[in-house]
Structure formats: structure tokens, C-alpha cells
């Protein structure tokens, strides 16, 4: 897979905004990726020892003149016909703006394009922003991890 450009949107603000998909690996954005990553392990916001990226971890990501902001890892699972969202990420002075909206609406789309049925991930509990976003884009809780320390 090679890096694809998708479209050019306007932005909330009126910015031009580009997506673009490939894998993670040969994005240009794959190491603020694996930064915001890093983040999310660091303030517990993952789930518990579990790395949910490898080398065909896909990425749909956001651009405003070659600049990354944002963007969204993902992984299809043929199995359950499932594109399971691995992580999102934006730049913090982009959060807001509609860039994960954006990223999710491409994702969306190239999900119907290949027949996958449904969308999934996981939500720390911690993480009430995106708890809210996953709300607002139409996913509803299928279950509760129990977890308990020993």
C-alpha cells in the first residue's frame, strides 16, 4: 500500500484540510502517531499490557499544507467484518476543530467501500472526551471489561 490522498476538505474554521490513508508505517505521520501512543500508554489510558499496532496497522491522517494534525489508527478484523480503531490522536492546538470528525467520516466511507459491516474500539474510562466523541459519532458501549488488580 502506498500513501493515497483521498480529499481536500474545508475545515470548521475554513482551512483546507487533506486525508490521506496508507499504512501507518509509511505515513508521514507515523511518528507523531507512535508519540500520541506513547501518551495514551503513559497516562493509562490503554488497555492494560495490550500494543494494538503492528506492521498492517492502518492510518487515515490529516494535513494542512504538508503539516500533520491528526489522524486515526485502525486495523480490520474479516473475521467479524470490524474496522477496530486502534487509537485517534490530533495536535492539541487542532483538538476541537473537527479534525477526528473528519478522519472518522473518510474511515467511514472506506469501510462501506470494502463491505465492513461494523466500527469498534476501546475507550479507557478515564478518557471522557473521547468517551463523548464516540457518543456523538454513533457507537454505543457493547460491553464492560472488569479489571481487577491482584
Not at 100 to 111: A, D, F, K, T
Not at 112 to 139: C, P, W
Amino acid at each position: 500500500m502506498t500513501v493515497k490522498s483521498i480529499v481536500t476538505l474545508e475545515n470548521e474554521d475554513k482551512t483546507q484540510v487533506t486525508i490521506h490513508h496508507s499504512l501507518l508505517g509509511e505515513s508521514r505521520v507515523a511518528s507523531m502517531a507512535l508519540r500520541s501512543y506513547a501518551d495514551l500508554i503513559d497516562s493509562g489510558m490503554n488497555l492494560g499490557h495490550n500494543i494494538g499496532i503492528g506492521n498492517t496497522t492502518t492510518i487515515v491522517w490529516a494535513e494542512i499544507d504538508g503539516f500533520p494534525i491528526g489522524g486515526m489508527c485502525y486495523a480490520i478484523r474479516p473475521e467479524i467484518s470490524t474496522c477496530w480503531i486502534i487509537f485517534s490522536f490530533v495536535r492539541p492546538d487542532w483538538r476541537g476543530k473537527g479534525v477526528n470528525l473528519q478522519c472518522r467520516l473518510i474511515l467511514e466511507n472506506l469501510m462501506r467501500s470494502q463491505d465492513v459491516k461494523y466500527m469498534a474500539s476501546y475507550v479507557s474510562t478515564k478518557n471522557e472526551r473521547m468517551i463523548q466523541i464516540a457518543l456523538d459519532a454513533g457507537f454505543q458501549p457493547s460491553f464492560y471489561r472488569m479489571h481487577k488488580k491482584l
